[in-house]
C-alpha cells in the first residue's frame, strides 16, 4: 500500500468492513484485510466455563478501561511474529486520544498481567489484538469486555479471525457479507464504551447480570 494510512482513512475502512495489517513488525507496509469468513462474539452467548467463573470469582486482579493503551498495545506486539508495526501503533495511540480506541487491562498488583484493545464506530467494537501474561488473564479481560459491551448498547463485537481461542470463548464464523450487514445496522446504533453507572463486579460478570451503581 502506497498511499498515507491518516486516522480519519482508518475509521472510514473500519465502516466498510475493512481493517489494516503489516506483514511483520519490521516492515513499512500495510494491506487492507476483508476476510471472506470473520469472527465475531455473539454478545449474548459468551461461554463462561467453570475454570474461568472461578479465576473471576477469586478476584485476585483488577480490571481497568485506558488506563495504559500504549502498554496494551506494546503487550499484544511482543511476540515472535506479529502484525502490529510502528506505524500501526502510532495510528491507534492517535484513535485512543480522540476516544476512538479502547484498552480493557487486567492487573496483578502494578503488574498488567493481561489485556485487550479495539476501535468503536457507532454500537461496533472492532476487536484487535489481546495477549495474556498470566494463566487465563486474556479471557478474563474478554469476559469483562463482553460484559461492558453489553451494558454500553454494542451490538457487534468483531474479532477479524476466529481462532480456536476465541471459539472456546464462544465466538462464530460468518460470512463477508452477513457481517457487512451486521455491520451496517451497528454503525447506525449509539453506544457507550464507559455507560453511567456501571460498575461490574466479579459476580455480575460470572452470572452476565449488568450492575451500575
Not at 98 to 119: I, N, Q
Request: charge should be neutral; hydrophobic fraction near 40%.
Amino acid at each position: 500500500m502506497t498511499e498515507k494510512i491518516t486516522p480519519q482513512l482508518l475509521l472510514s475502512a473500519y465502516a466498510a468492513g475493512v481493517f489494516p495489517m503489516a506483514p511483520n513488525r519490521a516492515s513499512d507496509v500495510l494491506h487492507w484485510v476483508d476476510p471472506r469468513q470473520r469472527g465475531v462474539f455473539d454478545l449474548g452467548h459468551f461461554h463462561m466455563s467453570r475454570s474461568l467463573s472461578q479465576r473471576i470469582g477469586a478476584d485476585t486482579c483488577t480490571i481497568r478501561t485506558n488506563s495504559d493503551f500504549a502498554g496494551v498495545v506494546a503487550a499484544c506486539a511482543d511476540r515472535e511474529e506479529t502484525w502490529i508495526n510502528a506505524e500501526i501503533f502510532d495510528l491507534y495511540q492517535i484513535l485512543h486520544k480522540t476516544g476512538f480506541a479502547h484498552s480493557l487491562e487486567v492487573w496483578d498488583g502494578v503488574d498488567l498481567v493481561g489485556g485487550v484493545y479495539g476501535v468503536t464506530l457507532g454500537a461496533a467494537f472492532f476487536g484487535e489484538s489481546m495477549f495474556s501474561r498470566r494463566t487465563d488473564a486474556s479471557k478474563v479481560a474478554l469476559a469483562y469486555l463482553v460484559h461492558r459491551l453489553r451494558a454500553g448498547g454494542f451490538t457487534l463485537f468483531d474479532t477479524q479471525f476466529l481462532t480456536p481461542h476465541l471459539a472456546s470463548l464462544g465466538a462464530i464464523e460468518i460470512s463477508r457479507n452477513a457481517y457487512h450487514k451486521r455491520l451496517k445496522v451497528a454503525l447506525n446504533l449509539t453506544a457507550n464504551f464507559d455507560p453511567p453507572g456501571y460498575a461490574p463486579s466479579p459476580q455480575s460478570v460470572r452470572q452476565r447480570k449488568i450492575q451500575t451503581s
